[in-house]
Structure formats: structure tokens, C-alpha cells
Nanobody, 118 residues
Framework: QVQLVESGGGLAQPGGSLRLSCAAS????????MGWYRRAPGKQREMVAL???????EYRESVKDRFTISRDNAKSTVDLQMNSLKPEDTAVYYC????????????WGQGTQVTDSS
């Protein structure tokens, strides 16, 4: 049974930082490309950042140079360091395996809410 548990969200000051973490189980984590996705109110889910099994990364244009994705295969965790937060980053953030648009999956965690307080 696949489980994805996201944590670390909250209310951030304008230009502030948050660090999200996702713990995965039920998958061979070290062999999976993983990603962070988000859904803002009234909008479709979008990809935020991806990391391959070997550590290569990819980001959506709007978060480049502000967000950093990382992984710890020994702990089966994938993190997202978010700096210089902007109002448009407000969303529920989810982790999952590598997905293609429209980013549908058989399983999702509960997500973690990120809110920019501006």
C-alpha cells in the first residue's frame, strides 16, 4: 500500500521561507523519480519540481532560483525548500512519483497547505 505523508506547510511572511517534507512508503523509493505538485484554489494541479532517482532536478519556471528539491533515499523522503515566497505560491502542496499532465494518480497524500500572508 502506497503512503505519501506531506508536512511542513504553514503561513509564511512575504518573502519568507518554508521547508516541506514528504515521507513515502510502499514504493521502491530509490528507483523512483519524485515530484512536488501544487493546487491553488480554483486552479488545476501543476508540477512544481521534479527530482530523478539519480538527483537531477527540474523546476517550473516561476519557482526557479527560489525553490530547491532534494531527496534522501535512505529515509525515503523528498523535501522542498521554498525561499522568497510569493502570494502566487499559496496552494496545497503534494508529493508523488513523476507524473505527466494532467498529473492524475491513483494515490495522493493529504497534502500540506502553504499560505503567503501578504
Amino acid at each position: 500500500q502506497v503512503q505519501l505523508v506531506e508536512s511542513g506547510g504553514g503561513l509564511a511572511q512575504p518573502g519568507g521561507s518554508l521547508r516541506l517534507s514528504c515521507a513515502a512508503s510502499g514504493i521502491i523509493f530509490s528507483m523512483k523519480a519524485m515530484g512536488w505538485y501544487r493546487r491553488a484554489p480554483g486552479k488545476q494541479r501543476e508540477m512544481v519540481a521534479l527530482i530523478s532517482s539519480g538527483g537531477s532536478t527540474e523546476y517550473r519556471e516561476s519557482v526557479k532560483d527560489r525553490f530547491t528539491i532534494s531527496r534522501d533515499n535512505a529515509k525515503s523522503t523528498v523535501d522542498l525548500q521554498m525561499n522568497s515566497l510569493k502570494p502566487e505560491d499559496t496552494a496545497v502542496y503534494y508529493c508523488n512519483e513523476l507524473l505527466i499532465p494532467p498529473y492524475d494518480a491513483d494515490y495522493w497524500g493529504q497534502g500540506t497547505q502553504v499560505t503567503d500572508s501578504s
